[in-house]
């Protein structure tokens, strides 16, 4: 019989909590689709009777949802409105900006951020295809296996992200880079074209294009996913797209900025 130690009376048993709990999180938020509680189980190598404790525990605050789209447990509704806070003027802001993308090209955008070495999903909105990648708000991956991720790398200098890479890297898939070395050449050539993309590096099946923008509210990227199925033939499109779109968003960041600064200040918008 599994031990559920949970309950225990070890004056570290806070601290333990916290630090399962933290597990559970990580490993929902790299499978956004949900995982079961044994799947959660030996995912953070936990008796399943801890893991559903803590999950049922989750649940009642919201950080949880234990109706996932394929009947699993997933990130609930609540860590999206902590994100949503935590970069409020960039989702106020980018909602707009990310509707105009998903108009332009007709595959799932999302608004991309970065948490520790990972990205992050801030905001998404999901095309409408038979066939289309779903993403949830707070959902992760290593920044080095998503467009997302490589595009708001393209943004830092290499100094600083040889400090937060290892020289290898682990895979997630076979098509995953994994060392430091094969990432900074990608990176630089992301900084020239303007475009980071990933194909099959996280998830298979599911590639995807992103552009970074560094504006007064931070640095984010806009990213684009897709079945690779649509890859080949739609690229070229979606490119052109993402790359006119990123001026647009440069240019109108600048004025939600002075328009916000002048609201501050009780003075009406700039015209």
Not at 45 to 70: C, F, H, W, Y
């Amino acid at each position: 019989m599994e031990k559920d130690d949970t309950n225990q009376t070890d004056p570290r048993g806070g601290v333990q909590v916290v630090s399962r709990t933290a597990a559970i999180m990580r490993a929902l938020s790299a499978h956004p689709g949900g995982l079961s509680l044994t799947a959660i189980a030996n995912e953070v190598n936990l008796p399943r009777s801890t893991v559903q404790r803590l999950v049922t525990a989750l649940e009642i605050e919201g950080l949880v949802d234990g109706k996932g789209p394929s009947g699993g447990t997933r990130l609930g509704p609540t860590v999206s409105s902590l994100v949503a806070t935590a970069h409020a003027d960039m989702v106020v802001f980018g909602r707009h900006q990310l509707k105009m993308l998903l108009d332009a090209v007709n595959e799932t955008s999302s608004i991309i951020t970065a948490v520790n070495a990972r990205s992050m999903v801030l905001e998404t909105m999901t095309a409408e295809h038979s066939l289309r990648v779903v993403l949830c708000q707070g959902s992760q991956a290593p920044l080095y296996a998503s467009a997302g991720g490589k595009a708001l790398l393209s943004a830092y200098d290499d100094a600083l992200i040889g400090r937060l890479f290892d020289a290898r890297l682990e895979p997630w898939t076979p098509h995953t880079l994994t060392s430091r070395k094969a990432l900074l050449a990608e990176l630089e050539q992301v900084r020239v074209s303007g475009i980071a993309t990933s194909r099959n590096e996280f998830a298979a099946g599911i590639s995807s294009l992103a552009t970074v923008v560094d504006t007064s509210m931070g640095i984010y990227a806009f990213e684009v996913a897709l079945p690779d199925a649509r890859f080949d033939a739609r690229a070229k499109d979606i490119q052109a797209a993402m790359l006119a779109h990123k001026e647009t968003v440069l240019a109108e960041s600048i004025v939600f900025e002075k328009d916000r600064q002048a609201g501050s200040l009780g003075l009406p918008a700039i015209s």
